[in-house]
């Protein structure tokens, strides 16, 4: 197989290192030697020709061949079976409605994150229980979320005070992913991805774009529903966040959810409350001025802003209410998370492939 990437030479591992650094190909953290075998090795599992396009990454709008995936892929430590889920996570950031231009490049800093869900999760070993979202030394769930940082960074030079402008930035942004509970390890709803539309057996990779990530602690001892429900609902409308119009995803430990299932609410029903209960009053949300009216997630597109009575959805349809359930068991007081997004919306894609 004919690479033509540029070859660079290093003594040892350690003058691999300090070029790594000097060149700037790297987030922060070290990353491993993408040596010839490693990368054809990537390549070749994936069975596509090395120089095929699979899309132009912004802001800096470098070229993503399979070759230059796989590269970083190398570096951030994946094995070769982790290339379909990489790429198919770049080609949902690639979508329009993700607007990965804003999310590289905007101040507030957002990150990508990746839900990986159906059959996969168990076929490759994704951590889905204790510390869902730090993978906890589970190789998948660490180096695929490192690899889409890389690709962000070094083809598509979403780097800080460069073409990414963000101010303060996002933990997120070395690796940012997560995988769903399989239905037959505590998972008492019906599957991420089927609810965005796929089949059971898919498996399946969505892309949230995210600006806020909270966890959600209601006071320790006895919760009732009404308790529970009352601190998700204050903790995803607070206003030092209340983007009307972004979408919005809530994250349950299977204790959580198994709690709501068997009291008869499932998933669809929750989230239907979660939405109609979602709300501040004009008046509160006037004070907080805001962004430009312009703006597409701006509170007067959505509330008549000379009622001060009229209620400010912040969640304005259940498509815009994600719900998914991970992580380890444990008591009501650290149940859930919520997480807002920023700019563009979630994408969901079906990863065509067998691992057979």
């Not at 700019?343 to 691992?355: A, L």
Request: glycine share 10%.
């Amino acid at each position: 197989m004919q690479l033509t990437s540029k070859i660079y030479e290093a003594a040892d591992m350690s003058e691999f290192v300090e070029m790594v650094y000097e060149r700037g190909w790297t987030d922060g953290l070290p990353v491993f030697p993408p040596t010839d075998d490693k990368v054809v090795a990537m390549i070749d599992y994936f069975g596509r020709g090395p120089d095929e396009v699979i899309g132009v990454v912004p802001p800096g709008e470098g070229i993503a061949t399979v070759e230059k995936i796989a590269i970083n892929a190398v570096m951030a430590g994946c094995k070769p079976e982790y290339m379909p889920i990489i790429i198919t996570a770049l080609q949902a950031m690639l979508d329009p409605a993700f607007e990965l231009l804003r999310v590289q490049a905007t101040t507030a800093g957002p990150a990508p994150l990746a839900i990986v869900s159906g059959p996969v999760v168990k076929k490759l070993g994704f951590n889905y229980g204790s510390g869902a979202f730090t993978g906890t030394g589970h190789r998948p769930n660490s180096t695929i979320g490192r690899a889409i940082r890389l690709i962000l960074w070094n083809i598509g030079y979403g780097r800080p005070g460069q073409l990414s402008q963000a101010t303060m930035g996002h933990p997120g942004r070395y690796a940012y992913l997560i995988a769903e509970r399989p239905p037959d390890d505590g998972n008492p709803w019906e599957e991420f991805h089927v609810t965005n539309g796929l089949k059971s057996e898919d498996s399946a990779v969505s892309m949230f774009p995210v600006v806020t990530h909270d966890q959600i602690t209601p006071a320790i001892g006895t919760q009732t529903f009404e308790n529970s429900v009352y601190v998700m609902v204050d903790s995803i409308c607070h206003l030092g966040n209340f983007r009307a119009a972004s979408q919005k995803l809530l994250v349950l430990n299977p204790q959580g959810a198994g709690i709501l299932n068997d009291a008869g609410w499932t998933k669809a029903k929750f989230r239907d409350l979660l939405v109609e209960r979602c709300a501040r009053p004009v008046r509160d949300v006037k004070r907080t001025g805001g962004l430009s009216t312009t703006y597409k997630t701006h509170w007067t597109k959505v509330a008549d802003a000379n009622d001060d009575d009229a209620m400010v959805p912040a969640v304005v349809g259940p498509r815009d209410l994600h719900i998914l359930v991970s992580g380890g068991w444990g008591s009501a007081s650290s149940q859930s998370i919520w997480i807002n997004s920023v700019h563009g919306e979630m994408v969901t894609r079906t990863i065509d492939w067998s691992w057979e």
